[in-house]
């Protein structure tokens, strides 16, 4: 126990280890922030949105497409937008056109809303038509009151009462009707692969990196056993009486006890406990590593150049692997710790 003290002691004292502890811990809250959000918006179709009408209709469908969870608004001017369009940062232009809201109560089909996008473009087409279903309530209603109008010779209700009536009837359980869907999942290997998003890569990617962390920060913490051999303390230890493997043991717990909350910070990626779990059994097997190489080699430089390249190249292969995933690669790529790490995490 007395080692297992000592070994966090020095590990605190150690101000190179304590340096890249607290850059690798700022780096996650960065990735685990920042990056982990922006992926899952970025995976919709990013689109342009410009508003030229202020009626209420209008400004009810720019809050609906907002809200469609299939695209990512960037909204501005049109110039902005076109300049947007021609880096390639959007996909396509919305634009409600002046007048919208007019149109839609005199059940006015025409220029309603304008898209502008490439001649090679085929994603505006499917985006105008889950948008096509914000405005067709609008459009349904008004042409419905208006064909409610020109029925009979009896006394109407007006515009705002029968919207009323209308919103009641939707609200209605005697109303409600629903419809069976079967979902079915792919056999096609093919068809799987399509399913792929740009959120899941982005995920991926980070959770590489998180391990690219991990597997440097164990590597830092175990270049303190290559100190002491070289220093002469690990040589006058071992003519002390007792159990050499317990010794051992402690020196390992030690530093991972000194490295675990990283391995949770990372964890929390997934924000379960599954993923604080993997993150600190993966972390345990790097820190098995380092430490058995650090006190196999007793040299820091050789410690440092192996120990460099083994954590780049863990890190290489976790990356490939991603993309092998994808389009296809070696077998073995997805057993290596990197890549087993990221398939659990995800």
Same mark, same amino acid.
């Given at each position: 126990?007395?080692?297992?003290?000592?070994?966090?002691?020095?590990?605190?004292?150690?101000?190179?280890?304590?340096?890249?502890?607290?850059?690798?811990?700022?780096?996650?809250?960065?990735?685990? $922030?920042? +990056? @982990?959000?922006?992926?899952?918006?970025?995976? !919709? *179709?990013?689109?342009?949105?410009?508003? %030229?009408?202020?009626? &209420?209709?209008? $400004?009810? +469908? @720019?809050?609906?497409?907002?809200?469609?969870? !299939? *695209?990512?608004?960037?909204?501005?001017? %049109?110039?902005?937008? &076109?300049?947007? $369009?021609?880096?390639?940062?959007?996909?396509?232009?919305?634009?409600?056109?002046?007048?919208?809201?007019?149109?839609?109560?005199?059940?006015?089909?025409?220029?309603?809303?304008?898209?502008?996008?490439?001649?090679?473009?085929?994603?505006?087409?499917?985006?105008?038509?889950?948008?096509?279903?914000?405005?067709?309530?609008?459009?349904?209603?008004?042409?419905?009151?208006?064909?409610?109008?020109?029925?009979?010779?009896?006394?109407?209700?007006?515009?705002?009462?029968?919207?009323?009536?209308?919103?009641?009837?939707?609200?209605?359980?005697?109303?409600?009707?629903?419809?069976?869907?079967?979902?079915?999942?792919?056999?096609?290997?093919?068809?799987?692969?399509?399913?792929?998003?740009?959120?899941?890569?982005?995920?991926?990617?980070?959770?590489?990196?998180?391990?690219?962390?991990?597997?440097?920060?164990?590597?830092?913490?175990?270049?303190?056993?290559?100190?002491?051999?070289?220093?002469?303390?690990?040589?006058?230890?071992?003519?002390?009486?007792?159990?050499?493997?317990?010794?051992?043991?402690?020196?390992?717990?030690?530093?991972?006890?000194?490295?675990?909350?990283?391995?949770?910070?990372?964890?929390?990626?997934?924000?379960?406990?599954?993923?604080?779990?993997?993150?600190?059994?993966?972390?345990?097997?790097?820190?098995?590593?380092?430490?058995?190489?650090?006190?196999?080699?007793?040299?820091?430089?050789?410690?440092?150049?192996?120990?460099?390249?083994?954590?780049?190249?863990?890190?290489?292969?976790?990356?490939?692997?991603?993309?092998?995933?994808?389009?296809?690669?070696?077998?073995?790529?997805?057993?290596?710790?990197?890549?087993?790490?990221?398939?659990?995490?995800?």
């Amino acid at each position: 126990m007395n080692r297992f003290i000592l070994r966090i002691k020095l590990l605190f004292r150690d101000r190179t280890a304590c340096l890249c502890y607290a850059v690798s811990a700022l780096v996650m809250f960065c990735l685990l $922030l920042g +990056l @982990a959000s922006v992926s899952e918006e970025r995976s !919709a *179709v990013p689109i342009g949105l410009v508003v %030229e009408d202020d009626s &209420k209709e209008a $400004l009810d +469908l @720019a809050e609906s497409i907002r809200n469609t969870a !299939a *695209v990512y608004v960037t909204e501005g001017t %049109e110039e902005e937008l &076109k300049e947007e $369009l021609l880096n390639g940062y959007i996909n396509c232009i919305f634009i409600i056109d002046e007048g919208y809201g007019e149109r839609v109560r005199m059940s006015d089909n025409d220029e309603l809303v304008t898209v502008i996008s490439g001649t090679d473009d085929r994603m505006s087409v499917v985006i105008g038509d889950i948008i096509g279903g914000s405005m067709l309530y609008d459009i349904c209603l008004n042409k419905a009151y208006r064909a409610y109008l020109s029925v009979g010779d009896n006394e109407k209700l007006s515009k705002e009462a029968y919207n009323t009536y209308v919103i009641g009837l939707k609200n209605d359980p005697s109303f409600e009707f629903s419809f069976d869907v079967t979902y079915r999942n792919p056999d096609s290997q093919k068809i799987e692969e399509s399913e792929i998003t740009n959120g899941m890569i982005y995920r991926q990617m980070i959770t590489g990196m998180l391990a690219m962390l991990l597997c440097l920060m164990a590597f830092v913490s175990c270049n303190c056993f290559c100190l002491e051999y070289e220093n002469g303390v690990a040589y006058r230890l071992k003519e002390l009486p007792g159990n050499r493997f317990p010794s051992f043991l402690m020196d390992f717990f030690g530093i991972f006890v000194y490295t675990i909350p990283l391995s949770i910070i990372a964890g929390f990626l997934n924000a379960d406990i599954k993923g604080v779990l993997y993150s600190i059994v993966y972390l345990g097997i790097m820190c098995i590593v380092c430490t058995v190489l650090s006190k196999s080699v007793k040299k820091t430089e050789a410690y440092q150049l192996v120990g460099a390249v083994l954590v780049i190249g863990l890190g290489i292969l976790g990356f490939v692997s991603v993309f092998a995933g994808i389009i296809g690669g070696p077998e073995f790529l997805k057993y290596t710790p990197n890549a087993i790490y990221i398939n659990l995490l995800l």
